[in-house]
């Protein structure tokens, strides 16, 4: 998510008005620019993974906003312990989902866990070469990406502690680089299974599978939606779970939360924390709109 104009109570953003306006010596493209320079300059007050906060702190952002949203947070509460918040850089599913997965392994301490996603990823690294992709162009995310893998797991020189990984995860040299090895894991499974993601991507942006990951799923900021959690939960085997915060109502008349489970289409899947069903995703993210963050389960 990237920061937004303030809005007024009807939905409607207010802009400074008047033909004196500095704004109007701009053309379209100058003011792009300088309003994704404000919101960049205000996201980098913020950490890339935050530390993890009650789940009262969402709800004090919204106190003086939508009782409906209030609500929700309430029943949020009774499920969730806690909220580890993302920057809002246009990166945010990926760095969640990113220190999330990692979060996970480091809890488990599972081998088998650490051989089955290598052999995912090899298959994602073969299907950019098929693709045509140099290997140059993505290799070394790949092997920094493994690298933290092989670091989470105890016993090692290298082993690193829950609080390493905060601090991994909000350095940008490895924080970027985690999320463009996901960004071309989800555009190699997305172009290598076109025919199946084609409609979804023509009803977004009505372009090709290949401009589509050219534009909107390579790029650092792009954010993302249901096509990229697809590819990258098939790809890597990995079920995802997103809870969404929103002004919706329940057809009955009370409060609810919605989710949605993305189970991976292959059957190679992870064994959740805690149980022993394998589509129990252990990522949660919460999404609102254009923005994911992390949550904990009570």
Same mark, same amino acid.
């Given at each position: 998510m990237r920061n937004k104009e303030p809005a007024l109570d009807d939905g409607e953003v207010e802009y400074e008005a008047g033909p004196e306006s500095c704004w109007g010596n701009f053309e379209d493209d100058d003011v792009m620019q300088q309003?994704?320079?404000?919101?960049?300059?205000?996201?980098?007050?913020?950490?890339? +993974?935050?530390?993890?906060?009650?789940?009262?702190?969402?709800?004090?952002? *919204?106190?003086?906003?939508?009782?409906?949203? %209030?609500?929700?947070i309430k029943v949020l509460d009774q499920q969730y312990a806690a909220i580890r918040r993302t920057r809002g850089d246009g990166n945010c599913f990926f760095r969640g989902f990113m220190f999330s997965y990692l979060e996970h392994v480091l809890e488990a301490q599972d081998s088998a866990e650490i051989d089955r996603i290598k052999a995912n990823v090899e298959r994602s690294r073969n299907a950019l070469q098929t693709l045509g992709y140099p290997e140059l162009t993505f290799e070394d995310f790949f092997t920094l990406f493994l690298e933290q893998l092989e670091d989470?797991?105890?016993?090692?020189?290298?082993?690193?502690?829950?609080?390493? %990984?905060?601090?991994?995860?909000?350095?940008?040299?490895?924080?970027d680089y985690v999320v463009m090895f996901f960004r071309f894991v989800t555009s190699a499974e997305i172009q290598k299974r076109s025919e199946f993601f084609e409609p979804f991507i023509m009803g977004l942006s009505n372009t090709t599978v290949e401009q589509f990951c050219k534009s909107a799923v390579e790029?650092?900021?792009?954010?993302?939606?249901? +096509?990229? &959690?697809?590819?990258?939960?098939?790809? %890597?085997?990995?079920?995802?779970? +997103?809870? *969404?915060?929103?002004?919706s109502s329940c057809d009955t008349g009370g409060v609810s939360v919605n989710h949605h489970d993305? &189970?991976?289409?292959?059957?190679?899947?992870?064994?959740?924390?805690?149980?022993?069903?394998?589509?129990?995703?252990? &990522?949660? %993210?919460? *999404?609102?709109?254009?923005?994911?963050?992390?949550? *904990?389960?009570?």
């Amino acid at each position: 998510m990237r920061n937004k104009e303030p809005a007024l109570d009807d939905g409607e953003v207010e802009y400074e008005a008047g033909p004196e306006s500095c704004w109007g010596n701009f053309e379209d493209d100058d003011v792009m620019q300088q309003q994704f320079s404000i919101q960049d300059d205000e996201a980098k007050k913020f950490p890339f +993974v935050g530390d993890k906060e009650p789940l009262s702190s969402l709800a004090a952002e *919204y106190q003086s906003g939508s009782p409906i949203l %209030l609500e929700k947070i309430k029943v949020l509460d009774q499920q969730y312990a806690a909220i580890r918040r993302t920057r809002g850089d246009g990166n945010c599913f990926f760095r969640g989902f990113m220190f999330s997965y990692l979060e996970h392994v480091l809890e488990a301490q599972d081998s088998a866990e650490i051989d089955r996603i290598k052999a995912n990823v090899e298959r994602s690294r073969n299907a950019l070469q098929t693709l045509g992709y140099p290997e140059l162009t993505f290799e070394d995310f790949f092997t920094l990406f493994l690298e933290q893998l092989e670091d989470v797991i105890q016993g090692k020189e290298t082993s690193i502690s829950p609080e390493e %990984l905060v601090l991994r995860s909000r350095d940008q040299s490895v924080s970027d680089y985690v999320v463009m090895f996901f960004r071309f894991v989800t555009s190699a499974e997305i172009q290598k299974r076109s025919e199946f993601f084609e409609p979804f991507i023509m009803g977004l942006s009505n372009t090709t599978v290949e401009q589509f990951c050219k534009s909107a799923v390579e790029p650092m900021g792009e954010e993302s939606d249901h +096509v990229h &959690i697809t590819a990258i939960s098939d790809a %890597l085997g990995i079920p995802i779970r +997103v809870v *969404y915060l929103d002004r919706s109502s329940c057809d009955t008349g009370g409060v609810s939360v919605n989710h949605h489970d993305f &189970i991976p289409a292959a059957g190679d899947l992870p064994s959740a924390r805690g149980s022993s069903d394998k589509n129990n995703p252990f &990522i949660t %993210l919460l *999404y609102r709109p254009g923005h994911y963050d992390i949550l *904990y389960p009570k």
